[in-house]
């Protein structure tokens, strides 16, 4: 279920200083948090690359690529918030979102560092210029999702221990 809705989250998007700004990174990093590393890691891949197939216009290699650093973010978020859900508290929830969305970050100006470079054999200065270009936007996604992220968890915590569902499996 969360695949789905980060893959219908991502739809909502609007464009900012060259890249998009969403609310998709968000919804990674609460699979990581609700489900652990293993399954929110998962989640977070599956729903991005589905995106990207189905509704992206994207092929199966940039899928692939999103796969593995949608994956990254959710899976080092879960890790660092750990498996015990009762020795969570709001320090290490956030810390986990912070770091997991930054390890998105990096990974993504990797990408397109290496996609410039090897790819398209673009010139050392016309890459960098690319990649300084798409931090401002990348940092703004990983603040809100820093932020939204252990908002939405916290919001769903009682209602999901209430319910007896499992927890970081």
Not at 82 to 91: F, N, Y
Not at 119 to 142: C, E, F, M, Q, R
């Amino acid at each position: 279920m969360m695949a789905a809705v980060v893959c219908v989250v991502t739809l909502f998007r609007f464009p900012l200083l060259g890249s998009k700004v969403h609310f998709a990174n968000a919804m990674c990093l609460l699979s990581g948090l609700l489900l652990g590393p293993a399954c929110g890691g998962l989640s977070a891949g599956l729903g991005s690359a589905l995106y990207d197939l189905l509704l992206g216009g994207y092929g199966p290699v940039d899928a692939a690529i999103t796969f593995v650093t949608k994956f990254a973010m959710g899976w080092v978020c879960g890790m660092i918030a750990g498996q015990v859900i009762e020795k969570r508290g709001t320090a290490r929830v956030v810390a986990a979102a912070v770091i997991g969305a930054l390890t998105y970050v990096a990974l993504y100006l990797c990408k397109t560092w290496v996609f410039q470079r090897f790819v398209y054999g673009y010139a050392h200065d016309a890459i960098v210029a690319t990649v300084l270009s798409k931090v401002p936007a990348s940092l703004i996604n990983a603040a809100l999702a820093s932020v939204a992220a252990p908002v939405f968890y916290f919001a769903l915590l009682r209602p999901i221990k209430k319910l007896g569902l499992p927890w970081g499996r």
